[in-house]
């Protein structure tokens, strides 16, 4: 008889206790269709398996079936711990919210709001007006709008004050940002035609000068955020770029890319280029980013002169590149926070982790080391200084003291190194919560400056027992695969010659 058809009915594994139980709480859809997948498997198991298959026991089934549950559960947009020494970390989502944010997100999300309705007219509204008027105060602009990103601001600010004409911009400033979007691409998907002016290291105001003719629509100052050129350089103030653009009767945008509304120096952290420095240096339009260093949703944000902004208002991609009620809705919270907070550094997470004290991250390593030190068998763990990085492009040469759990494999040859670490790497992203770190010369680093508060370093220490078995079973498994390898390539080597042979034995491969 064919064993698969031994495997019980759907109905019947529904009815088993603890499935039954699990019913209860993930429903009834998703706790049948985790049923069928699990017989699906065992019948392709048993296929697989021989002449002679071991049928799977009724509570070994359910057990399979509990884990498929939380798997089909797990949502795609899982919280991680980020410990990669990034602060603001673009694969992770870059800034987290306030706590005023989130709060305004859900009462957006759970009533009608006045999104693009005038109440003191009762009529049709602006959107943009939840915002405008804390951009203006924050930065002195005169006017401001939003979009989806800062991508979509730089592209429809070039679109609106200078497609079909030429755009100006130094050649040391023709960034490329994540994902290989590059300033050239955006100009030409703007319809503007990229002028370069001077050197790559050195541009001067008489460039610039040189440049403009009657096809010039634009100069454009790209804040050079994700890198640095250091060395035999120069370039051109933004006061006089805005002095040679006006002289000539054309408007001068600068992208700032992050656009910090904190003074980072008051904070003792690296100086930041604020948007009002650039508003006051007379740039027409100033773009900059709303979830890295301003720390709030992804937004592009555009201030600047009213007659630029309307320019830009009145763009078709305006509507296509729109926010929608949840995102102004954080962005309105963040920006009130700047504006009304006492202390924006403490209630804003990326400025408060960006402002941690070492001592303060020296102090949560100290009380987690002993929960870690010998938690995996051949792996030490060590507390140590090192540097974290601001991320997304953000003061890319300048770092912050900080302190990581490193973890270093007890062997020395490199190989069984590497892949002791893959697997703890692999076995850290595999928890509940996922843990992310950094390999770096020969060890695993948690940089701890992110882990802050005494909720996060509970959920942390709560998944070590999960660490050691998930480890455990990669280890395992590893050893399994490599235990197999080794029969495949002795009976490879069984089938060649004698000599062919000898010199591998002699070759000293393991």
């Known amino acids: 008889m064919d064993v698969r058809r031994s495997l019980p009915a759907v109905d019947a594994l529904l009815a088993h206790p603890d499935v039954h139980e699990a019913r209860q709480r993930f429903g009834h859809r998703l706790t049948r269709r985790a049923v069928r997948q699990t017989l699906d498997e065992a019948r392709h198991d048993l296929a697989q398996a021989g002449s002679s ?42 800034s987290p919210l306030a706590e005023a944010a989130i709060e305004a997100i859900a009462q957006a999300a759970r009533h009608p709001v006045a999104l693009e309705y005038d109440l003191d007219s009762g009529g049709r509204g602006d959107r943009d007006r939840l915002v405008e008027g804390l951009l203006c105060e924050l930065t002195g602009a005169e006017a401001a709008t939003v979009v989806n990103n800062n991508a979509g601001a730089v592209l429809l600010a070039l679109g609106a004050l200078a497609a079909g004409r030429e755009a100006l911009i130094s050649r040391g400033e023709l960034i490329e940002i994540g994902g290989a979007f590059r300033m050239p691409d955006i100009m030409a998907a703007a319809g503007c035609r990229l002028r370069e002016v001077g050197a790559t290291n050195r541009t001067h105001a008489s460039d ?17 955020s994700n890198y640095a050129i250091t060395g035999f350089t120069s370039s051109v103030p933004e006061t006089r770029l805005a002095e040679i653009a ?69 763009h078709p991609l305006k509507r296509a590149l729109r926010l929608d009620k949840l995102t102004l809705a954080a962005l309105e ?80 040859q490199r190989r069984l190194r590497e892949r002791c670490l893959r697997r703890l790497e692999s076995a850290l992203r595999a928890l509940p919560r996922p843990v992310i770190g950094r390999l770096s010369d020969g060890a695993l680093y948690l940089d701890l400056r992110c882990l802050a508060g005494a909720a996060d370093e509970t959920a942390f220490l709560d998944q070590l027992e999960e660490l050691q078995r998930r480890y455990a079973t990669s280890t395992s498994s590893s050893m399994a695969n490599e235990g197999r390898s080794a029969a495949s390539e002795g009976a490879g080597r069984s089938a060649t010659n004698e000599t062919e042979s000898v010199s591998v034995i002699h070759g000293g491969t393991p």
Do not use: M
């Open 333 to 412: 919270a963040t920006l009130r926070l700047y504006r009304d907070s006492d202390a924006p550094q403490h209630d804003i997470p990326t400025l408060a982790q960006l402002t941690r004290p070492e001592a303060a991250i020296a102090a949560t390593g100290e009380r987690l080391l002993p929960h870690v030190q010998r938690l995996l068998p051949g792996i030490a763990v060590t507390l140590e200084p090192c540097l974290s990085q601001l991320g997304s492009g953000s003061l890319p040469v300048d770092r912050l003291p900080s302190r990581a759990l490193a973890w270093r494999p007890e062997v020395n």
């Open 53 to 94: 298959p071991d049928e799977p026991a009724l509570d070994d089934l359910a057990r399979r079936v509990l884990s498929r549950l939380v798997e089909l559960a797990r949502p795609a947009s899982r919280a991680v711990f980020n410990l990669t020494g990034t602060v603001i970390h673009t694969n992770l989502g870059r």
């Open 208 to 224: 610039f000068e040189t440049a403009i003719g009657e096809h010039t629509g634009l100069i454009v100052k790209a804040h050079t």
């Open 246 to 314: 006006h002289s000539h009767g054309i408007p001068f945008l600068i992208d700032l890319g992050s656009g910090a509304l904190a003074d980072f120096t008051a904070l003792d952290l690296p100086y930041e280029a604020q948007p009002g420095d650039a508003i006051g240096a007379g740039a027409d339009v100033v773009t900059f980013s709303g979830d890295k260093l301003l720390g709030g949703p992804q937004a592009g944000i555009i201030v600047g002169r009213r007659e630029a902004i309307a320019t830009i208002k009145r």
